[in-house]
């Protein structure tokens, strides 16, 4: 999309921002052929989406990737305006007060305007409606802080520190229609052995998250992660 049709792209009380200026320095392009675009969505302060721009610009995925677009369903998350603040293109569309089926159809109508390859989950505090996951089948990646077979949903880090577990692992997953029982692309370790507070398994988890997301991503788009799908049980993230 062109940057004249971005700012133009302001419908139904949905935001949209365009970067200015020259060409965006992390949209850096590989000798194997373009990058692959990317929307990465939010809802809160974005340390993944931060950590997933530094490596865009100058990590693991310097030349597979660029960001296409960074969107919230929160128009004044903060993790919007550091976007902005990088020189990404920036889209909103607030959530509160609107039934899922619609509000998502209105997103996907707003990110296919950017035209993703892959559709990453950042801290986006939503469950998808079914034609959300449809439009972006096989594209739409999640990174969720525990082992998908043993606790999904919300509060993982919590839950972890209640159980007093000595580790838990990260997980980066395809989404499906399930809560987080998509395919599984990799799994890291976190050691939480001497953990004293449930801010310290935050610290060390979100240490590996902002590491590992990336990996497995660049991963990805490389074309060396085969999917392994979990048994059987709307994803959501936390980062």
């Known amino acids: 999309m062109t940057e004249a049709a971005q700012r133009e792209s302001l419908n139904n009380g949905g935001t949209t921002s365009a970067p200015t200026g020259s060409p965006s320095p992390f949209s850096e392009r590989?000798?194997?052929?373009?990058?692959?675009?990317?929307?990465?969505?939010?809802?809160?302060?974005g340390s993944n989406m931060l950590a997933l721009a530094r490596e865009v610009r100058e990590g693991v995925l310097q030349g597979l990737a660029e960001v296409a677009v960074v969107f919230s369903n929160i128009p004044e998350a903060a993790g919007l305006h550091s976007a902005a603040e990088l020189g990404y293109a920036t889209a909103s569309i607030d959530s509160r007060g609107r039934k899922r089926a619609e509000f998502d159809a209105e997103v996907v109508t707003k990110l296919q305007q950017f035209q993703p390859d892959y559709v990453v989950l950042a801290g986006y505090m939503r469950i998808l409606s079914p034609a959300f996951i449809r439009a972006f089948a096989g594209r739409i990646i999640n990174i969720h802080p525990a082992d998908t077979h043993q606790h999904q949903g919300l509060h993982a880090y919590d839950w972890a520190w209640e159980n007093r577990l000595p580790e838990t692992k990260i997980t980066v997953h395809l989404v499906d229609e399930g809560l987080d029982t998509g395919p599984v692309l990799a799994q890291a370790p976190v050691d939480l052995r001497g953990a004293d507070s449930l801010q310290e398994v935050e610290r060390r988890g979100l240490a590996v998250e902002h590491r590992f997301y990336a990996d497995t991503l660049a991963r990805l788009i490389r074309g060396e992660l085969p999917a392994k799908t979990p048994a059987p049980a709307a994803a959501t993230s936390q980062a």
């Open 30 to 45: 590989g000798p194997g052929g373009e990058a692959k675009r990317l929307a990465i969505l939010l809802s809160g302060r």
